[in-house]
């Protein structure tokens, strides 16, 4: 099984050295990549991927901005996850400080899933602790987004355990 890094964990190198960062995540034993909005991966999406393949890294995921799921954006976020390399592009953050704001990052989701899907390309939610914290009815607003859109879960544990889950018995 492959093992990837976020490349947000070098945010500070990729900064100073896309090269340097990706240099650091292959020696470290990494397979392949997930890019966040840093401008490398934004501005040049092929010059990224290439960077990665000169290293023998995949560009798997991306984590990309909300605009980007919009559906006028949806043709141009095609061009550029294709030409990255990626296999799925991930909303990173949303309010979700309501059942309202929860409903409306599912539709998002489910809209650009519907549109990135024939193409190849899945689409995700990754959470943050305020999405294991319940809504007035009791529902987590996890749950309202990831199963409203049937968009991917990307958990990430440390803050589902921040939000109150224990992340094993959530992902089961």
Known sequence: MPVGLQLYSLREVVEESLERALDMTRAAGYDCVE?????QGTQDPA??????EARGLVSYSM???????????????????????VRYAVLPWSKADSAAACEETAALLAGAKAYLA????????????HEFKALPDGRLPMDVI???SGALGEV?????????????????
């Open 35 to 39: 890019w966040y909005g840093c401008p």
């Open 146 to 148: 990831v199963r409203g």
């Open 47 to 52: 010059g990224a991927r290439a960077a990665c």
């Open 63 to 85: 984590h990309v901005p909300e605009a980007w799921l919009q559906a006028d954006a949806l043709p141009g976020t095609l061009d550029a996850l294709r030409a990255l390399g």
């Open 118 to 129: 024939p193409h190849g390309i899945e689409v995700g939610y990754h959470n943050h602790g």
């Open 156 to 172: 990430d544990t440390c803050w589902a355990l921040y939000g109150g889950v224990e992340p094993d018995a959530y992902i089961a």
